[in-house]
């Protein structure tokens, strides 16, 4: 109990952060993550902690994660359009591929470049965390991907904005585009609606559908062998991946009270948040820096492809 109130403290706090000006376009798992770091590596994390600590990264992350589904339906799917959802999937596909591929040419540990690639191609630091359960990577390496999608959806919050008119996008390709290439939900919503009420109701459906794919990708990657010296290693399969798939298609099904469904995704990102303090409270500052420049290059190149493939496939298809 005593860790999950430290981290479930930290989480409060970063809620409150997230209503002050000029932080609200930071998440408040970001902002979690960020006080845990400093925590840790300022005064430290109490031994007596650990136990909580490590509760909160593996079973509420996996709790959050399943009721991640209430927040989607097959009807926002379908509101995407078939045109929509081939540019959404080419695009998440391609990008993971190509971070996986500029990974290698770069030398960045495999663990690292998978959630860079997850949490650039799919959802932000929702996919990194999610996407570890899988990969096994260290807590450093999780708040490296983190660091690296929340500063490169940050810049493009910042300069997508100013594009549309140089690029000749209407406002309902800005929002197909601002969806399917911004890597937080939030950052998506920050830039789209800069440009007007249409553009920023498409990109927040074209997010969700993003969202949707995580669980597929986290299956995938369930069943990639790993390990060394020759053997295969297979992680257990990701039953909160089924779960999340599940409660997204009971969620389309059974119409529930607005109340409700805005209970569970306020649930969902509080334990997300507390996962994440969490995460912050374990790791070591000291070892960020051991990881050197090239895996922020990687994130920079993966979001400039995803940006310009993106764009790319909207341009083409009309």
């Given at each position: ?58 079973r509420l992350l996996r ?121 937080e939900i939030a950052q ?92 912050g409270l374990e790791t ?35």
């Amino acid at each position: 109990m005593p860790g999950i109130a430290l981290a479930g403290a930290i989480a409060l706090v970063a809620r409150w952060f997230h209503s002050v000006p000029g932080i609200a376009s930071f998440s408040p798992m970001i902002l979690a993550i960020t006080i845990g770091i400093l925590m840790r590596n300022l005064v430290g994390t109490p031994s007596f902690a650990a136990a909580g600590i490590a509760f909160s990264m593996r079973r509420l992350l996996r709790a959050a994660i399943v009721l991640l589904g209430f927040q989607i339906t097959l009807t926002q799917l379908a509101a995407v359009g078939a045109k929509g959802l081939l540019i959404v999937i080419g695009t998440l596909v391609a990008t993971f591929a190509f971070t996986l591929a500029a990974g290698r040419v770069l030398h960045v540990d495999r663990k690292l470049t998978e959630l860079i690639a997850a949490g650039t191609s799919i959802c932000g630091a929702s996919a990194v965390v999610a996407t570890n359960t899988v990969t096994g990577a260290s807590d450093e390496d999780v708040a490296y991907a983190i660091a690296c999608v929340t500063i490169f959806g940050s810049i493009a919050m910042f300069v997508y904005p100013v594009l549309p008119r140089l690029l000749h996008l209407d406002g309902g390709a800005y929002g197909l585009w601002s969806g399917a290439s911004i890597h937080e939900i939030a950052q998506v919503a920050a830039a789209s609606f800069q440009n007007s009420q249409r553009a920023g109701e498409i990109a927040t459906v074209t997010k969700l559908a993003r969202v949707m794919l995580l669980a597929p990708v986290v299956l995938a990657l369930s069943i990639v062998p790993r390990g060394t010296s020759g053997r295969s290693a297979r992680p257990p399969l990701p039953w909160f991946a089924i779960g999340f798939v599940a409660v997204a298609v009971f969620n389309s099904v059974v119409m529930l009270p607005a109340e409700v469904r805005g209970a569970t995704v306020t649930l969902s990102t509080f334990l997300l948040t507390v996962a994440l303090a969490a995460m912050g409270l374990e790791t070591d500052v000291s070892r960020l820096y051991a990881q050197g420049l090239r895996p922020a290059i990687l994130g920079a190149l993966a979001f400039l492809f995803i940006a310009t493939f993106s764009l790319a496939l909207i341009k083409l298809t009309g």
